[in-house]
């Protein structure tokens, strides 16, 4: 039983490219958990998604950041234009069911190491 | 949103010994979970608290979750070599029919021999 899987486990980009950070949950799970990790700030969520909506986006920034959780296929986060603020850890996670329900836990993928030139 | 702090930002431990870490919310906890990360991988879980006063262990890891649901603390005993790493707590973050963690900045773990 495979966990979370994400890809690439490092991305390079130069600066006003796009990068797509893709995350395929642990099967059976159908929500998804985006979070970006700097050294000096933590984890911070991003974006909650559960198959083909969007739950709450409310850690994402404003422009340049989307993500989308098809009916098939993996999990995308697509930053447009990068820029060197954007470098960091980007985490996923997945769970089976709400968190509210009784021991609902994440689990997470390895991350996706972006650097931005 | 749920703040969290996490107490000490960093911790050098000889083998051997104990330690405690501290995680303190303003905010009530209605579930404290706990994740430990090795440098440049995810996290993974170690325990989860849901009632005040709660106590949970798993081999040399003890996690408790106080009375009055603000404060949890994670205790290792008896450090290894493989203990060593970045605990964060993780607190859940209630909305209109769904939740979220949010996570304090983490505590990293140095054990020398």
């Known amino acids: 039983n495979a966990g979370v899987m994400q890809n690439p486990r490092h991305l390079v980009r130069r600066r006003g490219q796009e990068a797509r950070l893709r995350c395929s949950p642990m099967?059976?799970?159908?929500?998804v958990y985006w979070y970006r990790q700097l050294p000096e700030e933590g984890l911070k969520f991003m974006v909650y998604l559960q198959k083909e909506n969007i739950i709450d986006e409310s850690g994402m920034p404003k422009e340049r950041f989307s993500a989308e959780f098809p009916k098939e296929g993996p999990s995308i986060l697509r930053i447009q234009q990068v820029v060197r603020g954007d470098s960091a850890a980007y985490f996923c996670?997945?769970?089976?069911?709400?968190?509210?329900?009784?021991?609902?836990?994440?689990?997470f993928g390895s991350g996706t190491q972006l650097s931005v030139l | 949103s749920q703040e969290l702090e996490q107490s000490p930002q960093s911790l050098i431990v000889q083998e051997g010994k104990n330690l405690t870490i501290n995680c303190t919310s303003s905010?009530?906890?209605?579930?404290l979970y706990w994740y430990k990360q090795k440098y440049g991988e995810g996290l993974i879980f170690l325990m989860m608290l849901q009632k005040g006063g709660e106590e949970k262990s798993h081999e040399k890891i003890t996690a408790k979750l106080d009375e009055k649901k603000q404060q949890s603390s994670l205790h290792i005993t008896a450090s290894q070599p493989s203990h060593a790493g970045i605990y964060l707590c993780g607190a859940v973050d209630r909305n209109s029919g769904y939740s979220t963690l949010t996570f304090g900045k983490g505590t990293m773990l140095l054990v020398s021999p």
């Open positions: 905010k009530t906890l209605y579930g």
């Open positions: 996670a997945s769970s089976r069911e709400l968190l509210t329900a009784t021991n609902e836990k994440l689990f």
């Open positions: 099967k059976g799970h159908s929500h």
